[in-house]
């Protein structure tokens, strides 16, 4: 067996932990709300959908199917792929040629890292990203290394499958096919095996392709509501600030490093590719008011490269493991802030503690939580189709048979769908999203029942408005706590004649 991969190498023992440590606390707290809507999307099998790719709602049903909603096999998924990245980057460094020391700080800094914590707790589209972006860098740097053009069809593999569970993969494939074009690489645009990447990668896209062509590209209004107000606006220094918060301020001179060595001393130019798509993608993200987090699957990259640098620039073993305690001491203070470690209360005092408040951690507009946002969205979705399940049981039973719930959003809708049925709730339909699509299932809109919302506006389109129970969930996003449940009777329009004016696409 190849040393590298025998126990006690960095990678295994650094994977093993990971995995470890995602199990051990990924159960904590509740269902998150894109893995509720994710649970109904698979149940509702298509090639797209709206908001994503096909490959994250299919695990979720999957998992639903099998398990229900117990939170161990639900994010199983997400906690392998960040086990496997934590791996992977160790063994990039090296492949780039780092020792002991490069493998363990790299490893220990992806590992310890607040988003890839976080992408390592939830089933999200974003679960698959650093693994498929450093996927993509291994094979370009194994193509530099062994001048095998044959290397583009792995990496056009991974491009589409990795297309299948997000779109921003097609970021990095710009940068780098700009990066290819501005260092050696462009060699290969002389060889078929590029081109037969690119159709390999095309050709798993293409039914997404085609659903979102014939579907009239929603993903881009959705992009475009973010870019036009919905994300946060960012300056350039503070997009970089945030990038310093996402992977840690310790690891941050790291990545930097990367960057740096690659871009000016490294041993093969092609691996010039990395900093230029990084910079176009900063440039870009800037610009179009994307989100910080966006950029965050390139550096266990950047991060690999940074620890050889490190491990070149500083023989001293007093420096080295001063470094390496460095980085596990920051990590394991802000892991309680990004892994549900603490019980919620103890939570906000630690997070009050460090002097961060959940909004430190917002990506988008609107009022926070008392905790992070990531955090707010497990709590009260239970209570939430309890509450509704029990005003749509008390209704008459003349009622009862054509009443609906309309969620506000895809969570709502989604936390009814995925619990009501235990409870005896009502169905759910919400102008959200894939649920627009899904349409109003044939209901009249004779009875419905809405959690929260503004009285007044309701009541321009309903004529009786009455409030019939209360949510309230001390940890949940303020938008989805302390408000009304209303039943709302006698239409002033057919459901399916006002459907298309509560479509939202954000």
Not at 51 to 56: A, K, T
Not at 202 to 215: G, K
Not at 463 to 488: H, K, W
């Amino acid at each position: 067996m190849p040393d590298r991969w025998r126990p006690s190498t960095p990678a295994v023992i650094l994977g093993a932990a990971c995995l470890t440590l995602h199990v051990a606390f990924n159960a904590s707290y509740g269902v998150f709300r894109d893995e509720l809507y994710f649970i109904v999307c698979g149940r509702h099998p298509a090639f797209g959908y709206v908001d994503q790719p096909p490959l994250v709602p299919l695990i979720a049903a999957a998992s639903d199917d099998l398990f229900g909603t117990a939170l161990t096999p639900l994010r199983l998924a997400p906690a392998l792929a960040m086990a496997a990245t934590v791996a992977m980057t160790a063994e990039f460094a090296r492949l780039l040629g780092g020792g002991r020391f490069a493998q363990w700080l790299s490893g220990l800094a992806v590992l310890l890292a607040p988003i890839f914590l976080v992408n390592g707790l939830l089933l999200s589209t974003d679960m698959l990203q650093p693994l498929t972006w450093l996927g993509c860098s291994w094979c370009l740097t194994r193509l530099t290394q062994t001048r095998d053009e044959r290397w583009w069809l792995p990496f056009g593999a991974i491009v589409g499958v990795s297309f299948e569970s997000k779109y921003l993969i097609a970021f990095y494939a710009v940068g780098l096919a700009i990066g290819v074009i501005a260092t050696p690489l462009r060699r290969s645009l002389l060889h078929p095996w590029i081109y037969g990447g690119a159709a390999i990668a095309v050709s798993i896209a293409a039914p997404n392709l085609a659903w979102q062509a014939t579907h009239g590209w929603p993903f881009l209004e959705i992009a475009s509501a973010g870019a036009a107000g919905k994300n946060l606006t960012l300056s350039p220094l503070a997009f970089i600030g945030q990038q310093a918060l996402l992977v840690g301020p310790v690891a941050a001179p790291m990545w930097i490093a990367g960057l740096w060595s690659l871009s000016t001393r490294s041993p093969e130019p092609e691996l010039r590719v990395f900093p230029v798509a990084y910079v176009v993608m900063a440039i870009f993200f800037v610009v179009s008011h994307g989100k910080a987090y966006y950029l965050a699957p390139i550096y266990p990259t950047l991060l690999a490269a940074g620890a050889i640098a490190v491990e070149s620039w500083f023989a001293s073993r007093v420096f080295r493991r001063s470094a390496t305690s460095a980085i596990v001491v920051a990590g394991l203070a802000t892991l309680p802030i990004v892994l549900p470690v603490l019980p919620p209360d103890q939570l906000i005092h630690y997070s009050r503690a460090l002097g961060l408040a959940p909004s430190t951690t917002a990506t988008e507009r609107g009022a926070q939580s008392v905790l992070p946002q990531y955090f707010a969205d497990m709590f009260g979705w239970r209570e939430m189709a309890a509450q509704v399940s029990a005003v749509y049981r008390a209704l008459p039973a003349i009622d009862r048979k054509d009443a609906v719930f309309f969620g506000r959003n895809y969570g709502e809708a989604a936390a009814l769908d995925v619990y009501g049925p235990s409870l005896q709730g009502p169905p759910a339909i919400s102008g959200h999203n894939t649920y627009f699509l899904w349409g109003p299932r044939g209901f009249s809109g004779a009875v419905v029942i809405v959690a929260g919302g503004d009285a007044s506006r309701l009541a321009t389109m309903f004529s009786d408005v009455q409030v019939a129970g209360r949510i309230d969930n001390p940890y949940a996003m303020p938008f989805e706590t302390n408000i009304p449940v209303y039943v709302l009777r006698s239409p002033r329009a057919p459901l399916s004649q006002i459907w298309p004016t509560l479509k939202h696409y954000d």
